[in-house]
């Protein structure tokens, strides 16, 4: 809609330019103006003379011309407003959620279909979930045996248990490790 209202306003100014310049100077001289002036002001056609018709084509064209810019204007303002709105309301769309889904070969894409986090990086993820979850409980079963054997006096032995369960829980993560890199060599 923009376009076309530049477009008629270009070819306002146009015309406008050419009616203008078509009319005669006013500065004919005094001949002119006494011979001129006094047939065209006592005459019959003062109306229908060339300058008469291109004087009120100027003003009509004038007062178009105006009026377009006027229009323009606000059409400009109002759609500058509404691209700004919906880009905001776009960006605060976008930054409240993503929308993810995991496609046929198990990676996430957002709803655009661009991958977001491909299989393999998800089960070396959640391995490593697994295993610090592993790790913790280990590592609070350590504690609770430890806590047990400083009531019973054996902290030497508490310790020893937390770095087995320490142990044990590196080897696991470890081991989930290459499972996972494994599987996503595989597949």
Same mark, same amino acid.
């Given at each position: 809609?923009?376009?076309?209202?530049?477009?008629?306003?270009?070819?306002?100014?146009?015309?406008?330019?050419?009616?203008?310049?078509?009319?005669? @100077?006013?500065? &004919?001289?005094?001949?002119?103006?006494?011979?001129? @002036?006094?047939? +065209? /002001?006592?005459? *019959?056609? *003062?109306?229908?003379?060339?300058?008469?018709?291109?004087? *009120?084509?100027?003003?009509?064209?004038?007062?178009? /011309?105006?009026?377009?810019?006027?229009?323009? +204007?606000?059409?400009?303002?109002? &759609?500058?407003?509404?691209?700004?709105?919906?880009?905001?309301?776009? !960006?605060?769309?976008?930054?409240? +959620?993503?929308?993810?889904?995991?496609?046929?070969?198990? !990676?996430?894409?957002?709803?655009?279909? !661009?991958?977001?986090?491909?299989?393999?990086?998800?089960?070396?993820? &959640?391995?490593?979930?697994?295993?610090?979850?592993?790790?913790?409980?280990?590592?609070? @079963?350590?504690?609770?045996?430890?806590?047990?054997?400083?009531?019973?006096?054996?902290?030497?032995?508490?310790?020893?248990?937390?770095? $087995?369960?320490?142990?044990?829980?590196?080897?696991?993560?470890?081991?989930?490790?290459?499972?996972?890199?494994?599987?996503?060599?595989? $597949?």
């Amino acid at each position: 809609m923009i376009t076309a209202l530049v477009i008629v306003h270009v070819i306002i100014a146009l015309v406008l330019t050419v009616i203008v310049l078509m009319q005669h @100077g006013r500065q &004919q001289g005094l001949s002119g103006a006494i011979a001129g @002036g006094a047939e +065209t /002001f006592f005459g *019959k056609n *003062k109306g229908r003379t060339i300058d008469a018709m291109l004087r *009120k084509f100027t003003a009509v064209f004038a007062i178009l /011309f105006i009026l377009s810019s006027i229009v323009l +204007t606000y059409v400009s303002i109002r &759609q500058a407003n509404l691209d700004d709105a919906a880009a905001e309301e776009s !960006n605060t769309d976008a930054s409240q +959620t993503m929308n993810v889904t995991v496609d046929e070969n198990g !990676n996430l894409v957002d709803e655009s279909g !661009n991958i977001v986090m491909s299989a393999e990086d998800m089960a070396a993820q &959640q391995a490593e979930a697994e295993t610090e979850d592993a790790a913790a409980g280990e590592a609070e @079963g350590a504690a609770d045996e430890a806590a047990g054997a400083a009531d019973a006096g054996a902290v030497d032995e508490a310790a020893g248990a937390v770095d $087995e369960a320490a142990g044990a829980a590196a080897d696991q993560a470890a081991d989930a490790a290459q499972q996972a890199a494994d599987a996503g060599a595989a $597949e």
